[in-house]
Each structure stands twice: as C-alpha cells, then as structure tokens.
C-alpha cells in the first residue's frame, strides 16, 4: 500500500501538517486529548469545536475528518 509522507493519504498528511504547525489547533488538538478518554472521543470533539467556529478544511482546501484528526493526534 502507497503512502504519503508516511501518512495514510494526502488528506492525512494535510490535516497532520495544519494540526502540527498551527499553534491554535496544536492547542485544541491537546485539550481535547486531556480532556477526553480515547483518541476517537477526542477527536470527534476536535472536529465538532472546529465545525462551530466554521472551519471545516485546511486552507489548502483538505477537509477535516475524524480519521484524519485522529491520525494527527498519534504521538501528541
């Protein structure tokens, strides 16, 4: 199976990137790990905060998803 960048897919390595290097969603991404029991619970609440505020994709057009915030969250 093809990678890219050591992530699953592109969409992947694009959520891991915004997440990794953008302090406010570095940020929120560790609150919701503190605050939550499993990476899934986590990361559904991630995306819910973010759909409240109204973002929904990377600003490369790359849309959050559960398995992409969660695959971000591997190692935080």
Known sequence: MATYN?????NHWNIS??????QGLY???RDCIR???T?????RAM??????MGITATPDG???TVTAIRAA???M
């Open 73 to 75: 969250m591997v190692g």
């Open 35 to 37: 605050s939550h029991r």
């Open 47 to 52: 995306l819910e905060s973010m759909a409240d």
């Open 17 to 22: 990137l915004w997440i990794g290097n953008d």
């Open 27 to 29: 940020y929120l991404a």
């Open 6 to 10: 050591g992530h699953k897919n592109y």
């Open 39 to 43: 990476r899934d619970d986590a990361a």
């Open 62 to 64: 790359a849309p959050f």
